[in-house]
Protein backbone atom coordinates (compact mmCIF):
# COMPACT_ATOMS: atom_id res chain seq x y z
CA UNK A 1 0.00 0.00 0.00
CA UNK A 2 1.31 3.60 -0.93
CA UNK A 3 -0.39 6.53 0.30
CA UNK A 4 0.80 9.84 -1.27
CA UNK A 5 0.58 13.56 -0.26
CA UNK A 6 0.99 16.13 -2.34
CA UNK A 7 1.84 19.78 -1.56
CA UNK A 8 3.80 22.85 -3.15
CA UNK A 9 0.51 24.65 -5.40
CA UNK A 10 -0.40 27.99 -5.27
CA UNK A 11 -1.18 31.04 -6.78
CA UNK A 12 1.44 32.25 -8.96
CA UNK A 13 1.68 34.45 -12.12
CA UNK A 14 2.52 33.74 -15.70
CA UNK A 15 6.18 33.49 -15.71
CA UNK A 16 6.67 31.86 -12.24
CA UNK A 17 8.23 28.99 -11.41
CA UNK A 18 6.91 26.75 -8.72
CA UNK A 19 8.26 23.28 -7.54
CA UNK A 20 5.31 20.49 -6.09
CA UNK A 21 6.47 17.68 -3.93
CA UNK A 22 4.49 14.10 -3.79
CA UNK A 23 5.68 12.40 -0.49
CA UNK A 24 4.92 8.65 -0.39
CA UNK A 25 4.24 6.31 2.57
CA UNK A 26 5.07 2.59 2.34
CA UNK A 27 8.06 0.33 1.93
CA UNK A 28 7.22 0.07 -1.96
CA UNK A 29 7.50 3.56 -2.64
CA UNK A 30 11.69 3.01 -3.88
CA UNK A 31 10.53 0.14 -6.78
CA UNK A 32 7.45 2.47 -7.79
CA UNK A 33 7.03 4.23 -11.08
CA UNK A 34 5.97 7.82 -10.12
CA UNK A 35 3.81 9.93 -12.25
CA UNK A 36 2.35 13.54 -12.49
CA UNK A 37 -1.13 14.23 -13.75
CA UNK A 38 -3.19 17.67 -14.24
CA UNK A 39 -6.52 18.22 -14.60
CA UNK A 40 -8.30 21.47 -15.17
CA UNK A 41 -11.70 22.84 -14.96
CA UNK A 42 -13.76 21.29 -17.36
CA UNK A 43 -11.64 18.80 -18.44
CA UNK A 44 -9.95 15.51 -18.34
CA UNK A 45 -7.04 14.75 -16.31
CA UNK A 46 -3.82 14.35 -18.44
CA UNK A 47 -0.45 13.22 -18.01
CA UNK A 48 2.18 15.68 -17.17
CA UNK A 49 5.90 13.81 -16.55
CA UNK A 50 7.07 10.25 -15.24
CA UNK A 51 9.77 8.85 -13.99
CA UNK A 52 10.97 5.12 -13.33
CA UNK A 53 12.40 3.64 -10.14
CA UNK A 54 15.81 4.53 -10.65
CA UNK A 55 15.03 8.13 -11.83
CA UNK A 56 16.83 7.02 -14.80
CA UNK A 57 14.29 7.15 -17.14
CA UNK A 58 11.49 9.83 -17.67
CA UNK A 59 8.58 10.77 -19.99
CA UNK A 60 6.75 14.27 -20.59
CA UNK A 61 3.73 15.09 -22.07
CA UNK A 62 4.48 17.74 -24.88
CA UNK A 63 3.09 20.42 -23.21
CA UNK A 64 5.71 20.89 -20.53
CA UNK A 65 8.72 19.44 -22.21
CA UNK A 66 11.49 22.04 -21.72
CA UNK A 67 9.16 23.44 -19.04
CA UNK A 68 8.99 20.91 -16.00
CA UNK A 69 11.56 18.30 -15.13
CA UNK A 70 10.64 15.24 -12.78
CA UNK A 71 13.25 14.13 -9.82
CA UNK A 72 12.98 11.96 -7.42
CA UNK A 73 14.88 11.53 -3.89
CA UNK A 74 13.63 8.04 -2.83
CA UNK A 75 15.85 8.36 0.62
CA UNK A 76 13.26 10.71 1.56
CA UNK A 77 10.15 8.83 -0.13
CA UNK A 78 9.11 11.90 -2.40
CA UNK A 79 9.05 13.03 -5.82
CA UNK A 80 9.10 16.77 -7.68
CA UNK A 81 7.79 18.31 -10.74
CA UNK A 82 9.72 21.61 -11.00
CA UNK A 83 7.68 24.05 -12.97
CA UNK A 84 9.00 26.73 -15.09
CA UNK A 85 8.04 29.80 -17.10
CA UNK A 86 4.44 29.06 -15.93
CA UNK A 87 1.45 29.96 -18.27
CA UNK A 88 -2.02 30.46 -17.63
CA UNK A 89 -3.08 26.92 -19.23
CA UNK A 90 -0.94 25.30 -16.61
CA UNK A 91 -3.76 25.93 -13.97
CA UNK A 92 -5.06 22.82 -13.19
CA UNK A 93 -4.91 20.22 -9.67
CA UNK A 94 -1.66 18.43 -10.04
CA UNK A 95 -2.09 15.09 -8.68
CA UNK A 96 0.67 11.95 -7.63
CA UNK A 97 0.67 8.60 -8.71
CA UNK A 98 1.74 5.46 -8.31
CA UNK A 99 2.30 2.45 -10.25
CA UNK A 100 4.18 -0.54 -8.63
CA UNK A 101 5.87 -1.46 -11.74
CA UNK A 102 6.66 -0.92 -15.20
CA UNK A 103 8.20 2.13 -17.69
CA UNK A 104 7.44 5.92 -17.08
CA UNK A 105 4.57 6.76 -19.67
CA UNK A 106 1.25 8.56 -19.13
CA UNK A 107 -1.98 5.49 -19.02
CA UNK A 108 -3.48 6.80 -16.24
CA UNK A 109 -5.20 3.11 -15.76
CA UNK A 110 -1.75 1.43 -15.64
CA UNK A 111 -1.23 3.32 -11.80
CA UNK A 112 -2.20 1.77 -9.09
CA UNK A 113 -2.39 4.75 -6.33
CA UNK A 114 -3.27 8.16 -6.09
CA UNK A 115 -3.12 11.60 -4.13
CA UNK A 116 -5.38 13.58 -3.51
CA UNK A 117 -4.01 17.19 -5.63
CA UNK A 118 -3.04 20.15 -5.32
CA UNK A 119 -3.58 23.45 -7.12
CA UNK A 120 -1.90 25.53 -8.97
CA UNK A 121 -3.29 28.70 -10.56
CA UNK A 122 -1.38 30.79 -13.20
CA UNK A 123 -2.63 34.15 -13.20
CA UNK A 124 -2.03 35.94 -16.58
Given amino acids: ?6 SGGGLVQAGD ?15 CTMGWFRQAPGKEREFVAAIIWSGGSTAYADSVKGRCTISRDNAKNTVYLQMNSLKAEDTAVYYCAARLWGPPRGTMNEYNYWGQGTQVTVSS
Avoid: P
Avoid at 1 to 6: S, T
Avoid at 17 to 31: E, N
Fill in 1 to 6: QVQLVE
Fill in 17 to 31: SLRLSCTASGRTFGS
